[in-house]
């Protein structure tokens, strides 16, 4: 097991900080994303009424709103299969989505897994750790 001076160096704060910046960096480049590329995104979609709706009350919506949209558009273009078939997504959008975009959704979907393993690893070795 990992000693009790482990847990008191700056290597260990580190390493559970790491998590916690990790977060920030995750909101921060979402935030970038949802005030930047949104509104390019949605017109990327046009051909599908559930998303291209949203273009037009961008500009008069806040910034959570902005990350609900960007959630959305994410999650529909990380798993398109479930949007297509419930006709929210056009597949003509999901072939001819701009590469740009996708490769941004995909930076921000894998520091996302990159959240989670590092989060569960702390998890799990302060779990051992505890007596």
């Not at 500009?59 to 949007?83: N, Y």
Request: proline share 5%; with cysteine; aromatic share 16%.
């Amino acid at each position: 097991m990992i000693g009790q001076q482990f847990w008191h160096s700056w290597l260990a704060f580190i390493l559970l900080l790491c998590p916690l910046l990790l977060a920030v960096t995750n909101l921060s480049f979402s935030y970038y994303l949802s005030r930047r590329y949104l509104k390019e995104m949605l017109e990327a979609l046009r051909r599908s009424q559930h998303f291209y709706r949203w273009t037009d009350s961008l500009p008069h919506e806040g910034w959570f709103t902005h990350f609900l949209m960007l959630a959305a558009v994410r999650g529909s273009m990380l798993w398109p299969g479930p949007a297509v078939r419930r006709d929210f997504l056009s597949s003509e959008d999901v072939d001819n989505f701009p590469p740009h975009l996708q490769r941004l959704l995909t930076l921000r979907n894998w520091m996302d897994v990159v959240l989670l393993v590092w989060g569960s690893i702390m998890y799990a070795l302060l779990k051992l750790t505890k007596h």
